[in-house]
């Protein structure tokens, strides 16, 4: 089937068209099935928060990734045969970083656009970014990723049997690219630590209130709920990444000032650069006081995903911080995962119990529904505890009025 698709085609001739993709996963001796599947329910989410479709998904068993085309080539034979009788299908969503090689030759061989996950995840970031410095790190990422693949993407101008540097018009391209690329990252880091010194500046002028952020995987509710505390008006949307750029707001508990912070949330397989990147959004959590760890207790892998955050409020240097555990959505987990012919005792047994398990694990805890506003006194209580904690340990000889 003859497909009139060019590579470096503008982004607002594609965004004309509806996208329509294929997603394909390994699974390998580090992944079961089971979570290749799963991963690739996020995936789905991630494409359509993009605005792709997703049609069909491909998964095959291997030890590890093949070198030239990721998948085995009877795989890249089956994708491209489904492609054929396809016509609408124009993208093929990897759930796993590709090299550039790899990209050239899946493109090569399937006619199509080929996107890797962190590729995916980066153009989200990059739609989504409103300030100038979300925009900065979304781009710096963007450069950082680019620049090792750069090789693998011009090889369709290099000469097919080189010397010992297979030197040629690729090669001449490779270098041109590679230094604009180098200086647009200088000149980014630059930019962003000039922006960064003013974020900095402006968090030493609130420095002498509590400040309490709110983390968490991506979709949970943190925004939500940050409307309900604070009684402000942040974006939120069932849909992957909604907050990008910190939103903070002074919240008075019991004449108790604090400042609550909304941040980006957390994903698997989050591009490295991407963190690197954001490390200086991110400060807000490293220097609050108080993490309000949000969960989506009706996710089927809640668990992993608090694995995930923790993770990587370890890496940022925030693992050690106090925290309250707020299990939302849990409305929705009872309507999933209690049968309706339950009495009334059967229930609050089986929930006691797993509050008492999900204590066990994580600590300190509170049951809410941000939807429902179940619970949120309960919340606005613990808060305020842990709030008057930390004034007492900043602030032990000063008599506070509330």
Same mark, same amino acid.
């Given at each position: 089937?003859?497909? +009139?698709?060019?590579?470096?085609?503008?982004?607002?001739?594609?965004?004309? %068209?509806?996208?329509?993709?294929?997603?394909?996963?390994?699974? @390998?001796?580090?992944? @079961?099935?089971?979570?290749?599947?799963?991963?690739?329910?996020?995936?789905?989410?991630?494409?359509?928060?993009?605005?792709?479709?997703?049609?069909?998904?491909?998964?095959?068993?291997?030890?590890?990734?093949?070198?030239?085309?990721?998948?085995?080539?009877?795989? /890249?034979?089956?994708?491209?045969?489904?492609?054929?009788?396809?016509?609408?299908?124009?993208?093929?969503?990897?759930?796993? +970083?590709?090299?550039?090689?790899?990209? =050239?030759?899946?493109?090569?061989?399937?006619?199509?656009?080929?996107?890797?996950?962190?590729?995916?995840?980066? +153009?989200?970031?990059?739609?989504?970014?409103?300030?100038?410095?979300?925009?900065?790190?979304?781009?710096?990422?963007?450069?950082?990723?680019?620049?090792?693949?750069?090789?693998?993407?011009?090889?369709?101008?290099?000469?097919?049997?080189?010397?010992?540097?297979?030197?040629?018009?690729?090669?001449?391209?490779? #270098?041109?690219?590679?230094?604009?690329?180098?200086?647009?990252?200088?000149?980014? %880091?630059?930019?962003?630590?000039?922006?960064?010194?003013?974020?900095? @500046?402006?968090?030493?002028?609130?420095?002498?209130?509590?400040?309490?952020?709110?983390?968490?995987?991506? =979709?949970?509710?943190?925004?939500?709920?940050?409307?309900?505390?604070?009684?402000?008006?942040?974006?939120?949307?069932?849909?992957?990444?909604?907050?990008? *750029? @910190?939103?903070?707001?002074?919240?008075?508990? %019991?004449?108790?000032?604090?400042? &609550?912070?909304?941040?980006?949330?957390?994903?698997?397989?989050?591009?490295?650069?991407?963190?690197?990147?954001?490390?200086?959004?991110?400060?807000?959590? !490293?220097?609050?006081?108080?993490?309000?760890?949000?969960?989506?207790?009706?996710?089927?892998?809640?668990?992993?995903?608090?694995?995930?955050?923790?993770?990587?409020?370890?890496?940022?240097?925030?693992?050690?911080?106090?925290?309250?555990?707020?299990? =939302?959505?849990? *409305?929705?987990? !009872?309507?999933?995962?209690?049968? +309706?012919?339950?009495?009334? *005792?059967?229930?609050?047994?089986? %929930?006691?119990?797993? !509050?008492?398990?999900?204590?066990?694990?994580?600590? #300190? =805890?509170?049951?809410?529904?941000?939807?429902?506003? #179940?619970? &949120? *006194?309960?919340?606005?209580?613990?808060?305020? !505890?842990?709030?008057?904690?930390?004034?007492? /340990?900043?602030?032990?000889?000063?008599?506070?009025?509330?």
């Amino acid at each position: 089937m003859a497909k +009139d698709w060019t590579l470096g085609e503008k982004t607002a001739e594609l965004k004309k %068209e509806q996208e329509y993709a294929i997603l394909v996963s390994l699974i @390998t001796p580090e992944v @079961t099935e089971t979570q290749a599947h799963e991963y690739l329910d996020e995936l789905e989410f991630l494409a359509s928060t993009a605005g792709a479709v997703s049609v069909k998904r491909f998964t095959q068993r291997a030890a590890h990734p093949e070198h030239r085309t990721f998948v085995g080539k009877g795989k /890249v034979e089956e994708i491209q045969k489904f492609i054929e009788r396809h016509e609408e299908i124009n993208m093929v969503i990897f759930d796993d +970083d590709l090299s550039g090689k790899q990209t =050239n030759n899946l493109e090569e061989a399937l006619k199509v656009k080929i996107v890797d996950r962190s590729t995916l995840i980066l +153009d989200i970031f990059a739609h989504r970014a409103q300030t100038a410095q979300a925009k900065t790190q979304v781009e710096l990422a963007q450069m950082k990723y680019l620049l090792p693949r750069l090789r693998g993407l011009w090889t369709h101008l290099e000469r097919q049997r080189g010397g010992i540097g297979m030197r040629g018009p690729g090669e001449t391209q490779i #270098e041109t690219d590679r230094r604009l690329v180098q200086y647009r990252i200088k000149s980014l %880091e630059e930019k962003l630590a000039e922006i960064d010194k003013q974020s900095q @500046t402006q968090r030493k002028t609130r420095g002498e209130l509590i400040r309490v952020a709110l983390v968490g995987y991506t =979709n949970v509710g943190k925004s939500t709920l940050m409307n309900l505390l604070s009684k402000s008006e942040v974006l939120a949307e069932n849909k992957l990444f909604a907050t990008l *750029d @910190t939103t903070v707001r002074k919240v008075v508990f %019991e004449r108790m000032p604090f400042l &609550l912070s909304d941040t980006v949330g957390f994903i698997r397989k989050l591009p490295h650069h991407l963190v690197e990147s954001f490390k200086s959004t991110l400060d807000e959590v !490293r220097e609050c006081d108080i993490l309000l760890h949000v969960v989506d207790i009706a996710h089927p892998q809640f668990e992993d995903h608090v694995k995930t955050v923790q993770k990587t409020l370890q890496e940022i240097g925030a693992g050690e911080k106090p925290t309250l555990m707020v299990f =939302n959505k849990f *409305d929705l987990y !009872r309507e999933r995962y209690f049968d +309706d012919l339950l009495d009334r *005792d059967t229930r609050l047994e089986l %929930e006691i119990e797993l !509050r008492q398990r999900l204590q066990t694990t994580y600590g #300190e =805890n509170v049951f809410i529904s941000a939807h429902t506003k #179940e619970n &949120l *006194d309960e919340l606005r209580e613990r808060m305020t !505890r842990l709030i008057k904690e930390s004034y007492v /340990v900043r602030y032990p000889h000063q008599v506070k009025g509330w």
